[in-house]
C-alpha cells in the first residue's frame, strides 16, 4: 500500500500566513504540467511493485485545474502505476473556485474526496488571512458539492487567529457540524517567518497570536468534537467513524509514497527526498529528463525520531513492542524512560505496552515528542 502526493504550485492570491511553495503568476502551468507528466514516468519505479492506494493533490491551489488537465494527469498515472480500484482521491480546493459548474466537472473525474479550504465562517477572520473567499461563499460550496454527490469532504479550520473570539470559534464548530462534513482538519494560526502576516505583526498593523487562547481554543474544540461524536484520531484531525484521511493516515503510519511536483516530498522507507522549490528550473530540469532533488539516507535513530514524532500524535499510538523490533531494545529502554515523568503527571498513557497523549498531553504534543527523541553522543 502506498501513495501518491501531486503539488500543485499555483495560487490566484498568497494567503497572508502561508509559507508553503506556490507561485501567484499562472504563465507557467501549461509548461508545469507537461514537466508533472513526465516527472510521472521518469518517478514510475520508486514505489516498486506496490500498488497505490491514496492519491492526494495539493498545494498551492490544485482547484485551479480545469476537468481536462486533471485527467491527462489520471491518464499518465493509470499508464505507470497500478492504482486500486477504491483507492482514495482527494482535492485540496478553495471555496472561491467550486461552483457547481466546476464541482461536476470534478465529479466527472476520478476524484472521490474534496478537502476545501474553509479556515473561519467569519468575513473578518478571512480578509485578515487574505483569504479571496467569503463564508458565504464557504457555505454554499460544502452544500452544492454534497447535493452534487459528494459524501467525502474534509474542511480546514483554523483557530487562534487574532480576532476570533471564543464565542466566534464555538459558531465555527456548530456550523461545520450543521454542514454534516466527515472529516475536519483544524490548526492552530502559526506565525511563519517571512510570511506576510509575521510582518504585519512585527510593524504592529495585527496583533500577535495570543497563546493562551489558542489553548483555550483548542480545549473547546476538543470537547465540542467528543460532543458531537467525531474520532480525534490526530492531533489536528477528526472524524466520523470510517472517515480518517487515509493519504495522511499513511503519512504517519510509515506507509511509503512518492512525491510529485516543486518542493513535493517523497519516502521509501530507506530514504526521504524533496524536489527544488523553484517552478522554472523544476521545469528545465525536467525538460532534460532529469530530477532536480535532495536527498536524506535515514540512519535508524532518524528513523526511531521521525516514528515517535508521528505516532505519538495519533489514536493508534507509540508501540514500544515494535520500536524493540525495528529499532533495538536500547531504543525502547530509552523511550520507556524518558516516558516515565510523563506517565506520572498523566501527559501519556501506557496501555498494552503502546504509549498515547492524554487530552491535557496533547497540548504539550511537540515538548512530549521533542523529549523522547533519541539523541546520538558525540564521538
Known sequence: MAGIYIHIPFCKQACHYCDFHFSTSLKNKDAFLISLKKEIELQKNYLGTSRISTIYF??????????????????????????DTDAEITLEANPDDLNLKKIKELKHTPINRLSIGIQSFYDEDLALMN????????????????????????????????????????????????????????YCLTVEAKTALANFIKTGKVKNVDEQQSIEQFEIMVEKMKQNDFIHYEISNFCKEGFHSRHNSNYWLKENYLGLGPSAHSYNGVSRQWNISNNALYIQSIEKNKLNFEEEILTTTQKYNEYILTSLRTIWGTDLTYIETAFGKDYKNYCIKESERYIMEENLLNKENKLFLSDKGKLLADKIASDLFYIEKAN
Open 131 to 186: 483569504r479571496a473567499h467569503t463564508s458565504k461563499e464557504a457555505l454554499s460550496v460544502v452544500q452544492t458539492s454534497q447535493d452534487s454527490g459528494f459524501e467525502n469532504i474534509t474542511i480546514d479550520l483554523i483557530y487562534g487567529i487574532p480576532t476570533l473570539t471564543n464565542e466566534k470559534w464555538k459558531h465555527n464548530l456548530h456550523t461545520a457540524f450543521d454542514l454534516q462534513v466527515k472529516h475536519i482538519s483544524s
Open 58 to 83: 495539493g498545494g498551492g491551489t490544485p482547484s485551479l485545474l480545469t476537468e481536462s488537465e486533471l485527467m491527462h494527469i489520471f491518464d499518465e498515472l493509470n499508464v505507470h502505476f497500478e492504482i
